[in-house]
């Protein structure tokens, strides 16, 4: 039987980067904090198209970079919408976590947040927010099979894309045994570590049940 690897941690720190970097004085409580930072603006910011949530550490300071295909939805008029974020991460995580330097009285001091957001020029170049929207299109009940047809025409229409795979898996339009159905177009060489793949996973919460949602796009050999 072949041994299954996650895509992005089989090319960690070869050719693809960690979303969480910088000065970790505590890793266990501030990778904790990473966690319910993440957890929190992605229920928050979930339906508007967030790609990825990288978070850079530095002492007293704390920057989270958003990747959005829709940032004017989470910037608002003249940046009231990153601000009322912003005031929501402190409330609601960072000052419960409890996570900072010590100051001479033995509480954490007050982290520098600073929220930026980019844009993700093309949504069909990027795993993630190709998964979302299918599992939007399974939630309004479009038949399966059209929904990653439609998806790959898309993803082709990218240059950056050489090649592509999306794969579903549950009670596939309300069938009583669930099962597994997937379509691919061109080359996916998954076990090629310079290969850069994008790897993404998502949730389609219907009636009969949820439908898992995996897609793979190859971009490309990356070299050193």
Known sequence: MSHKVHPASYRRKRIQDWESRGFYKDPAKTLEQDFKIRSFLVEKLGRIGVEK????????????IIFSARP????????????????????????????????SNQKPKKLELRIEIREVKNPWASASLTAQWVAQQIEKRVPFRRVLKKALERIAESRDIKGSRIEVSGRLNGADIARREWLAKGRLPRQTIRAEIDYAKANARCSYGTIGVKVWLYKGDKFD
Not at 75 to 93: A, D, F, S, T
């Open 53 to 64: 949530i990288e978070i850079e550490r530095f002492p007293g300071k704390l920057n989270i």
């Open 72 to 103: 004017g939805l989470i910037i608002g008029r003249g940046g009231e919408g990153v601000e009322q974020l912003r005031n929501l991460l402190e409330k609601k995580v960072i000052e419960k976590s409890g996570v900072g330097e010590k100051s």
